[in-house]
C-alpha cells in the first residue's frame, strides 16, 4: 500500500528531478529520499525513473504515466477535507424540510430560505408540502425529509429517535360570524355546542385534532361534533365562517386580526397545541441546527 507520503515524496521529485533540491524540499535526506522511492518502485511494480545519470534522473515511461494520473491527489485531498468540515457544519449538501399546510399561516418560509441560501449558498434547500399530519412520521422515518415542521399536541409522541421542538404556542380560538348567536352570548359551554355546525380539517388532515374534539363532545355531550364542513388551514376556516357555514377554530397569535364579519371566542376547554419540529435526536443532518437557528431566530 503507498502512502500520502510517499506520493509526495514521488511528486517533488518528479518535478524537480533532483535527489539534494527534492530532499531539501522535503526536509529529509538524500538517502531516505532514495530508499523512499525505491520502495514505492516496489509497490508499483515499475521503474519510475532512469538513475543511469547520477547527475541528471529522468522519469521512465511508466514515471510520466504515473505522475499524470496521481499529480492531483494532494489537492484532492485538500478539497476532500475542506468538503468534509463543510458538511460537518451543515454547509454543503441538500437539507430536506417538510412543511404542513398550517405552518404556512404563522412561518414566512420564503424569508427563511433566503436567509439560509445567503449564509449557506452551497446548501440546497428541498421544500417538501406535508398535507396530511400523520405524513410527518412517514417523511421523517423514510428519511425523505430531515426536519418537519407542524401543529400537533405538546406531548406530541414521535417515532423511535425522533424529537419534538416547541417553536411556540398555539393559541386556539373559536371563530364564529359577528351576526351569531355565540358572538354576543358571554360564556360558551361544551354543551351548548352539541348541535353547531362545525367547520374542521379533515381527518385524514388532523387525526389527533379530530379525535380530540370527539372525545370531549362525547365526555360532555354523549355524542360526536356535527362536522358539516371540512376545510384546512385559517384562511380556507376564515372564509366558510364569514359565510355563515358553521363555526370553525384557529390557532393564532396576538398580532393576527380577524376579517369584517367573525369574531373570536375563548374555548371552552384548554387546547395544548404548539408549532413544533420534528428531526432525529441523534447523527441528523447538520444542517437541521443551522435551520432551527434561523427560523427561531426569525419567530416573534
Request: hydrophobic fraction near 45%; charge should be positive.
Amino acid at each position: 500500500m503507498i502512502s500520502i507520503k510517499q506520493i509526495q515524496n514521488f511528486l517533488v521529485l518528479a518535478e524537480t528531478l533532483h535527489f539534494g533540491k527534492a530532499a531539501a524540499r522535503l526536509r529529509i535526506s538524500q538517502a531516505t529520499l532514495s530508499s523512499e522511492i525505491k520502495r514505492m518502485e516496489q509497490s508499483v511494480g515499475a521503474k519510475l525513473f532512469d538513475r543511469s545519470d547520477k547527475w541528471s534522473i529522468k522519469l521512465t515511461v511508466a514515471g510520466v504515466s504515473y505522475y499524470n494520473s496521481i499529480k492531483n491527489v494532494p489537492n484532492d485531498i485538500i478539497n476532500a477535507q475542506r468538503e468534509a468540515v463543510k458538511s460537518a457544519r451543515g454547509e454543503i449538501g441538500t437539507l430536506a424540510v417538510a412543511v404542513s399546510s398550517i405552518a404556512y399561516d404563522y412561518i414566512n418560509f420564503g424569508m427563511i430560505c433566503k436567509k439560509m441560501s445567503e449564509m449557506y449558498p452551497e446548501l440546497k434547500l428541498k421544500i417538501l408540502d406535508m398535507p396530511i399530519a400523520r405524513n410527518r412520521f412517514d417523511v421523517l422515518s423514510s428519511g425523505k425529509a430531515d426536519i418537519a415542521i407542524f401543529a400537533g399536541s405538546c406531548d406530541v409522541v414521535m417515532p423511535e429517535n425522533f424529537i419534538a421542538k416547541k417553536l411556540f404556542d398555539l393559541k386556539v380560538a373559536l371563530v364564529v360570524p359577528a351576526k351569531s348567536r355565540w358572538a354576543l352570548q358571554k360564556d360558551i359551554r361544551i354543551e351548548d355546542l352539541k348541535n353547531t355546525h362545525f367547520i374542521m380539517p379533515p381527518a385524514e388532515e388532523a387525526p389527533n385534532w379530530r379525535r380530540a374534539w370527539n372525545e370531549i363532545f362525547m365526555e360532555h355531550c354523549q355524542s360526536m361534533p356535527l362536522v358539516t364542513q371540512e376545510v384546512a388551514g385559517a384562511k380556507g376556516t376564515l372564509q366558510f365562517v364569514t359565510f355563515g357555514l358553521g363555526v370553525g377554530f384557529m390557532f393564532m397569535r396576538q398580532e393576527d386580526r380577524m376579517p369584517e364579519g367573525v369574531v373570536l371566542r375563548e374555548l371552552p376547554v384548554k387546547m395544548n397545541r404548539a408549532l413544533l419540529a420534528g428531526y432525529r435526536e441523534m447523527n441528523f443532518h447538520p444542517a437541521v441546527d443551522n435551520f432551527l437557528q434561523i427560523l427561531t431566530g426569525n419567530i416573534s
